[in-house]
């Protein structure tokens, strides 16, 4: 939120300035790349290098959803992985302009929330609570939604977002 309050009041989308602004953005495994995706549908990537978002990316359809975060998008700097991308608006003049987005590497991310508890046999699964689909994953018995694992308690605890843990074995 900040870099984008920043590259907002620098009132322009010159990729030297957005690079300055981008260039602050700490990677790590799970969150490990930044970009901005402009109202014209350019993206502006960290290194200060502007691609067509044809095909990626549609700045109208991502700015109507405001600050959110997309499942399962190609990555704008590695065309053979899969990412989510997550939004913040950029406003220049109280307009949105552009959006500033990151991409989480859902891989790493499975890896590195690893829950050490039950001597590191313990696992778990990130899901979109409206679908079902598996967003995060480190458990081997899931693969792509919830309903696999054939638990109604726990399918309709997850797709209504209540609080709270539940322990069950899973086969595998």
């Not at 009041?9 to 930044?34: C, H, M, R, W």
């Not at 959803?65 to 990555?75: D, L, N, Q, V």
């Amino acid at each position: 939120r900040i870099i984008a309050k920043v590259i907002g009041n620098s009132g322009s989308y010159d990729p030297k300035s957005v690079q300055a602004g981008l260039s602050v953005f700490e990677t790590n495994p799970i969150s490990n790349n930044i970009a901005v995706l402009t109202s014209d549908n350019t993206i502006i990537r960290v290194d200060g290098s502007v691609i067509s978002a044809e095909g990626l990316m549609d700045f109208e359809s991502e700015a109507q959803h405001g600050e959110h975060i997309c499942e399962f998008e190609e990555s704008v700097y590695f065309p053979d992985k899969t990412v989510i991308h997550g939004f913040i608006p950029i406003e220049m003049d109280g307009k949105v302009t552009g959006l500033l987005f990151n991409e989480f590497n859902t891989e790493s991310a499975a890896k590195q929330w690893a829950p050490e508890m039950y001597d590191g046999d313990a696992r778990f699964t990130i899901i979109n609570r409206e679908t079902g689909d598996v967003l995060i994953n480190n458990c081997e018995a899931l693969s792509k939604n919830i309903t696999e694992i054939h638990n109604e308690h726990l399918i309709t605890e997850a797709k209504a977002g209540h609080t709270g843990y539940m322990a069950f074995p899973i086969q595998g």
